[in-house]
């Protein structure tokens, strides 16, 4: 595994020499050289600086997320909580992800001449590496523009100080056809499985399932919605095939079919030793264990090894063992949402993903998902009004050595992206639907309740979403927003989720009810600034204006010289 996650020591080329044309010809000579290229890509997103942003871009801005403990130690991200977000904010430097960008730009100008030279490194293989680092490529282009809309866009590596790099910024939808038609162009080349002797690359290398998810959310952007849905069909289905390959190798694994998750292979919420303590599955998607079978891409980090790299951006954000709280924390309008039965987001007091969200103090809402190894949750009772509900959260990282695994894409996600495709292919804006329409509703609605229901902390489980209070295209749209936001929290999804309903709606309405929720004395002007539909995306670095002229300031935070919205 050092190689796919250790990669300071094989990044020589990168961190030492210059990137000349000189030292390029000499580096680029056998099937190692450019391994250790494509490790850099992986061993740069997993940076601080790059899952901050993934955090940041995702979640501060919307409803799920303020600010912490010692958050006057970050008066950046503390603006960004305030909802005063300026030009010459860090958090709104790109050059993280255009580093590695231009590393991958740069093998696959350069893979090919070492194919040529290096008789060990096959066609097939040339081009799993080209499909591999044009797929982070890619991702990286898409987290670009669902934040900062339009970006300079290029294919072509930067090696040589005599290049002109100040670029100017190519169209949202532009950028997006060109990651559609790239990622078409090579999903076919990428790896299916890796060898069972490494069994962490299945989950923390791109594979096509990756490239399939990732092509999934980037149709439902770009409204084409009969695509996004054959793109889940395509994950799923090899998720399952997956699943039924671990049956084969190790026996029937009698405790997901005892959860009768529809034939979804979603791991267990219950533990099979109890009738009523729940949290397996938290565990193995972002506690201690990581790489789970429902994951399909996540940036992997070494467990048990302190001299390899950390997760430093949950240890600051979200908490450590020394510093339970980090600078983030959950609104209290999501951390008391349970704690106070608010109701206003979950349901009942038995969905364990509030407990895998939000470690609610008396009057504080610190977010567990990644800083805590295990979650269990105990209930007694026969009803959800009833139920009584303890939870025991254990084995928070060290400071330091934080080593939980930062998720891109999992199964549950890729569910309610096609439900909520499912959802737009619906005609009729009223009750009166058609038979197609129907099915289209009904389908959404299965993939909803599925996953809403393998969160019951209660057993045998019983069906909490009723079919008949979702009988409109408007409300069953709700209804996925809403359990995408229960079931991803803190992932780095919602905002974006909220940008793609804007940028589907045509104006900022459901974005603003939903975002201001946290804010109170100042809400009114917080709704004002995003009125403003180029206010949902971030402005551009000051620093990005001032080197390069062919760049012009997001219209909704003026000139970029006087810091402020207009």
């Known amino acids: ?25 000499k580096f680029w000579n056998e099937r190692a050289d450019v391994e250790s290229v494509v490790a850099s890509c992986y061993s740069s997103l997993q940076s601080s600086a790059c899952i901050k942003r993934m955090m940041i871009w995702g979640e501060a801005r919307s409803e799920n997320m303020d600010a912490g403990n010692n958050i006057d130690k970050d008066v950046n991200l503390n603006n960004i909580f305030k909802a005063n977000i300026t030009s010459t904010n860090p958090y709104t430097a790109w050059v993280d992800f255009y580093y590695v960008i231009n590393t991958c730009n740069t093998i696959i100008k350069y893979a090919p ?43 072509e590596p930067y090696i040589d100080d005599d290049q002109t790099m100040d670029l100017p910024a190519t169209k949202f939808e532009n950028v997006l056809d060109q990651l559609i038609a790239d990622l078409e162009g090579v999903r076919n080349d990428a790896v299916v499985y890796y060898p069972n002797s490494k069994p962490l690359y299945q989950t923390g290398r791109i594979t096509r399932t990756a490239i399939d998810a990732m092509l999934c959310e980037m149709y439902l952007w770009k409204k084409d919605y009969q695509r996004c849905i054959h793109y889940a069909d395509e994950v799923i289905a090899q998720m399952k095939r997956q699943e039924e390959l671990r049956e084969q190798e ?10 009768d998750m529809e034939g979804y292979p979603l791991l267990p919420c219950r533990y099979s030793n109890s009738q009523n303590v729940f949290g ?77 969200a939000v470690m609610a103090g008396s009057s504080t809402y610190s977010i567990c998902k990644y800083a805590w190894k295990n979650v269990q949750i105990e209930t007694t009772g026969s009803s959800a009004a009833g139920a009584k509900v303890e939870t025991l959260y254990s084995n928070m990282y060290p400071e330091k050595h934080v080593q939980a695994n930062w998720i891109i894409y999992r199964l549950t996600d890729i569910m309610l992206l096609k439900a909520e495709a499912l959802t737009q292919l619906i005609a009729s804006d009223d009750a009166s639907l ?8 009904n389908q ?51 905002w974006y989720d909220l940008v793609r309903k804007a940028r589907r709606d045509g104006k900022t309405d459901y974005l603003k009810s ?32 001032k080197v390069n002229k062919h760049l012009h300031q997001n219209e909704a935070f003026g000139t970029g010289l006087n810091d402020s919205y207009e």
Request: hydrophobic residues 35%.
């Open 1 to 25: 595994m050092a190689a796919l996650v250790g990669f300071s020591s094989c990044n020589d080329f990168l961190e030492v020499e210059p990137q000349d044309k000189i030292l390029l010809d």
């Open 113 to 155: 001449g070492v194919a040529a030279k290096d008789p060990g490194y096959t066609d097939s293989e040339l081009k799993a590496t080209i499909a591999e680092v044009t797929a982070l490529r890619s991702l990286c282009y898409f987290y670009l523009i669902r934040t900062f809309r339009d970006v300079p866009y290029t294919t």
């Open 250 to 259: 190790n026996g029937l694994n009698t405790q997901t079919k005892d959860e």
């Open 280 to 356: 397996s599955d938290y565990m193995k998607l972002f506690g201690g264990t990581g790489n789970s079978s429902e994951s399909i891409f996540e940036l992997s980090f070494v467990k048990d090894d302190d001299n390899m790299p950390a997760n430093y951006a949950v240890a600051e954000f979200y908490g450590n063992a020394t510093n339970i709280m980090g600078f983030a924390s959950a609104s209290s309008y999501i951390g008391g949402d349970v704690a106070q039965e608010q109701w206003k987001v979950f349901a009942n007091k038995l969905d364990a993903r509030y407990y895998y």
């Open 434 to 441: 058609s038979d197609a329409d129907k099915d289209y509703l």
């Open 444 to 494: 959404a609605f299965r993939l909803v309740a599925v996953i809403n229901k393998r969160s019951l902390c209660q057993y045998p489980r019983k069906d909490t979403l009723d079919i008949s209070n979702f009988g409109t295209k408007a409300a069953i749209e709700e209804l996925v927003l809403n359990e995408r936001r229960r079931e991803l929290m803190f992932e780095g999804k919602r």
């Open 514 to 545: 939903q975002s201001c929720n946290k804010y109170s004395s100042n809400k009114q002007l917080v709704e004002s600034k995003l009125t403003r539909m180029a206010a949902i995306y971030w402005p551009y670095n000051n620093d990005e204006l």
